[in-house]
């Protein structure tokens, strides 16, 4: 058997699972991401059991057991009043019950334990993809110097605004929904002693508009802050724009004391609008398919866009085990079907499902997001 030689763009989380879980299933693999190197944004990433537990048979839970946290709980409370409306228990409940604990990281910390599961020459930084072409059997990645490289199937995974995606269906723009999010992280003494504070704790809003989200980072030594506001406009694009704390907490001032006092801690935040898409109804074209935000964007309300790479990554590398360049097209544009197939309902049901953000405000049934399997799913 020939293996396929598959180009991802983008090396995001999405990309890389792609890259280890492909090369676990024998396939040659070339990652071409457009930033010149990686830098070490200083953001978070809530992973929920069903994409750690994707991610151990990728050869990476170990590492990121080193530096994540494990909170204790999921817990929701409304935000004025702080009555408890649900309390799911995670750490070793939920690793007994779906095989893996829900983990808080450093995103880059998730970044680069999945770049040391895949040879240096694999990921090729600075090479921005500008379009992808159909040839009769595979795909041309077009590169921003005009560079062309031929493939047996190309996977974009270059994020909400994908290349490839616009290649395949056409350029549009996703819709801003109106919110902004504030990001910060602070050292744990600043609350230390504060009820619940090694928990996943979501202090909901009036409205869908305003939440404050707190779990712990780094083992417990940090603790990190999510919080949203309406704005009408937003332009700006990025993870670090800074953002105005006092008018962040102005627009909190009747929270909960307890809420209210994770914005005091924080000494400052960064801001990043929150954009969406509609569910597609195709993402495949040929040799060519999507996974990760290229495919289903979605808003953090569940905390389930990169989990959803994550899970598509597998998936993927699933459908193309034993799919050999020398069976030519069929297989191929077979295995991306099945891929598309699975996945796409699931990741349409969480899209439509973040947008409503009500995910777990109450009731404490989290088993449909979390009991997924991506490694044994049933591929139609
Ligand atoms: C505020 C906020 C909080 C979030 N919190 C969580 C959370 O707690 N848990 C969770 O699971 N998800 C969360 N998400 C969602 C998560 O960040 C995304 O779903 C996830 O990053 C998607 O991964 P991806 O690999 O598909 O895309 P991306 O992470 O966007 O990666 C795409 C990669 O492609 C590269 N690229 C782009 N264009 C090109 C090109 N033309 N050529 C080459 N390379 C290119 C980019 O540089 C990037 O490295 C959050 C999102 C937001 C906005």
Redesign the pocket.
Known sequence: MSNLSIGI?????????AAIALRQAGHAVRV????PRFNRVG??????PN?VFALDKLGVGAYLRKSAARPTFRISRDGITGEETSRLPMSSAAEAKYGAPQL?IH?ADLLSAMQDQVPAGCIELG????GVSLRDHGATIR??DDVEADFDVVIG????????RSALWGADTPAFTGIV?Y?GVFPRERVEGMADIDAFTKWWGDTGDRQIVVFPLTQGKEIFV?ATTPEEAWSAEG?TLPGDIEALRAAYSDFHPQARALLDACDSVTA????VREPMAQWARGAVTL?????H????F?????????E?AVVLARALTGVSRDARGGQIGEALRRYEAERKPRTAEIQRSSLANDWLKTGSNADWVYAYDAWTVALP
């Open positions: 763009c983008g090396a995001g989380m999405g990309g890389l699972a071409f991401e457009r930033t953001a978070d990433i809530n992973l929920t994409a808080t995103r090479r921005a993809v500008h590169f921003a995974a270059d994020g909400i605004h994908s290349a490839v999010s990001r999510f993870w990043s609008a929150l954009f996974l990760g935000d290229a495919a964007p979605m808003v953090p569940m905390a389930q866009g990169a989990c959803m790479a994550i598509d």
